[in-house]
T-cell receptor
Framework: AQSVTQLGSHVSVSEGALVLLRCNYS??????LFWYVQYPNQGLQLLLK??????LVKGINGFEAEFKKSETSFHLTKPSAHMSDAAEYFC??????????FGAGTTVTVRA | KAGVTQTPRYLIKTRGQQVTLSCSPI?????VSWYQQTPGQGLQFLFE???????NKGNFPGRFSGRQFSNSRSEMNVSTLELGDSALYLC??????????????FGEGSRLTVL
């Protein structure tokens, strides 16, 4: 079974600074990878996904992620943080039996 | 297009009771997945239903059960509630199996408190 590890449970950035959230997966076959965001008191919302093709994936709200097979990573970035980016972010991987597994989540706080 | 609707949004139960949570998926979506979210354990997969059949199941005891109806609406039931069952229960729908599309649409959740 595949799994996903998010490095860092909390990330604090200044408004306008780079946001970098790290995600590594374990897989013996090419996985499908996803990033979701959860705003306070809401359900999760898909930010972006990688299935096949281009390894740099662009998502909503200015986020993007790069699939690096050699590093088994799928890190999420945003060049310039905004106050509205404060939320919890989840990396997810699709397993062989088509089950979606989520990482532990990374909470992002944005300092004014 | 209406989103995923979960009822009730909040509920309080006592140990030993049972609870039923309901989820109405987006129209046309045939898959419904359930997750338990707690501060300590994060998001844990409960089960997924597709076309009224349970297709995947997480590592939860038999006290946790679910079903899906012909209109794709789903319910989950927890019997003999324990304090540790206090959590946010999230339902998500998708057009096909969650792992095939990866694009889950989540409801706002049902927050269960067990006293």
């Amino acid at each position: 079974a595949q799994s996903v590890t998010q490095l860092g449970s909390h990330v604090s950035v200044s408004e306008g600074a780079l946001v970098l959230l790290r995600c590594n997966y374990s897989s013996s076959v090419p996985p499908y990878l996803f990033w979701y965001v959860q705003y306070p008191n809401q359900g999760l919302q898909l930010l972006l996904k990688y299935t096949t093709g281009a390894t740099l994936v662009k998502g909503i709200n200015g986020f993007e992620a790069e699939f690096k097979k050699s590093e088994t990573s799928f890190h999420l970035t945003k060049p310039s943080a905004h106050m509205s980016d404060a939320a919890e972010y989840f990396c997810a991987v699709s397993e062989d039996d088509y089950k979606l597994s989520f990482g532990a989540g990374t909470t992002v706080t944005v300092r004014a | 297009k209406a989103g995923v609707t979960q009822t009730p949004r909040y509920l309080i139960k006592t140990r030993g009771q049972q609870v039923t949570l309901s989820c109405s998926p987006i129209s046309g979506h045939r898959s419904v997945s359930w997750y338990q979210q707690t501060p300590g354990q994060g998001l844990q997969f409960l089960f997924e239903y597709f076309s009224e059949t349970q297709r995947n199941k997480g590592n939860f005891p038999g006290r946790f059960s679910g079903r899906q109806f012909s209109n794709s609406r789903s319910e989950m039931n927890v019997s003999t509630l324990e304090l540790g069952d206090s959590a946010l229960y999230l339902c998500a729908s998708s057009l096909a199996l969650a792992g095939l599309t990866g694009e889950l649409f989540f409801g706002e959740g049902s927050r269960l408190t067990v006293l």
